[in-house]
């Protein structure tokens, strides 16, 4: 098999995203995120992304980053994109993963194991192998497979009120491909400010979400109360076959109203529509792992799906064990 690197040769990877016949991100999606990443973690980001061909055929998409040096995806486990499990194909992925992080002396690396059953996976066992400890993880994940009665069951009772007190008094505008102007998301990048009381990105980095915006790869669904006008913005970017939550900020004196319930409600059932998968919302940590504000947002999250998902996050760790003893 030939392996092709995203940092090597980005025509060429990218026009072979096209040719992929499994779901994998789009070249728009992978471009845009690596350079996302790239803007808002400045030199502590690489891309090292890489494609393995066998006969001219896309056998494997593997999207990896090393942020913070972590050989990661956007901080999280590695998820490879493939048609079907083949152990020959995972053991060179494993071995790719492994030069990388040696070339790039690189102590930690992350892979996301999502084949939760009695016995691992292909994918799982590989990491086992290779000397990786396991952590389980909690999602708040919505399968939109499901149907839209299934779905609307499974958010939480006392968000249901709440998502038609919405309807009935904020209006929600989405800004799309179709819609967005440079005016529209300056509004929501200084509203983010405002909110947030500093820029917590560079203007870069929010030059890369409009073009995501403009691109057809994240809508930003965005709410107006009269009279404070602007009240609420969440941004959810596609990947692929999910759809993330990804940016949001809300109008912190007015708590009191559903701001965020509608945007995300509405936000599901459009992922649907665009025939994605899985609609991410983010990780469940127990609130000894986290601050008080972080378990309160992973509990709003949840609210949306009433039964989590299970993945395993396998951590390999490079560095060798420092001898405590005396010789």
């Keep these: 098999m030939e392996v092709i690197f995203y940092a090597d040769n980005k025509d060429q990877f990218l026009s072979l995203l096209n040719e992929t016949s499994f779901v994998a ?19 502590k980001f690489k891309d090292s992304s890489f494609i393995f061909l066998e006969k001219g055929k896309v056998k494997s998409v593997v999207p990896c980053h090393i942020i913070n040096d972590v050989l990661c995806m956007d901080g999280s486990g590695i998820k490879p994109y493939y048609e079907q499990e083949d152990k ?13 992080a040696s070339k790039n002396s690189i102590p930690t690396m992350l892979i996301r194991d999502n084949e939760m059953q009695r016995e691992l996976g292909i994918w799982g066992a590989e990491a086992y192998k290779n000397g990786a400890f396991p952590k389980s993880l909690l999602k708040a994940e919505i399968d939109l497979s499901l149907s839209d009665e299934k779905i609307h069951r499974g958010v939480r009772d006392s968000y249901r009120s709440l998502i038609n007190q919405a309807k009935r008094e904020l209006d929600i505008c989405v800004i799309d ?6 005016e529209i998301f300056e509004n929501f990048q200084k509203f983010h400010v405002d909110i947030s009381g500093r820029e917590t990105r560079s203007q870069e980095s929010w030059d890369i979400l409009y073009q995501m915006i403009k691109g057809g790869c994240a809508e930003l669904l965005v709410a107006y109360l009269e009279p404070y006008g602007l009240v609420s913005c969440s941004l959810f970017t596609d990947y692929a076959d999910t759809t993330t939550y990804a940016v949001a900020v809300y109008n912190r004196d007015l708590f009191d109203k559903p701001l965020a319930h509608g945007l995300v409600y509405e936000s599901i059932f459009r992922a649907k529509k665009r025939n994605k998968k899985t609609f991410y919302l983010g990780l469940l940590p127990h609130a000894s792992e986290v601050s008080a504000k972080e378990f309160s947002i992973s509990q709003f999250k949840k609210g949306f799906c009433d039964r989590p998902s299970h993945c395993i996050e396998w951590s390999v760790n490079f560095r060798p064990k420092q001898n405590s003893g005396s010789s």
């Design 88 to 100: 020959r194909v995972i053991k060179a992925i494993y071995e790719t993963l492994l030069l990388i």
């Design 25 to 43: 991100p789009t070249p728009d999606q992978l471009y845009l995120r690596s350079e996302y990443n790239r803007h808002y973690f400045s030199d």
């Design 177 to 182: 491909s179709n819609s967005v102007s440079r």
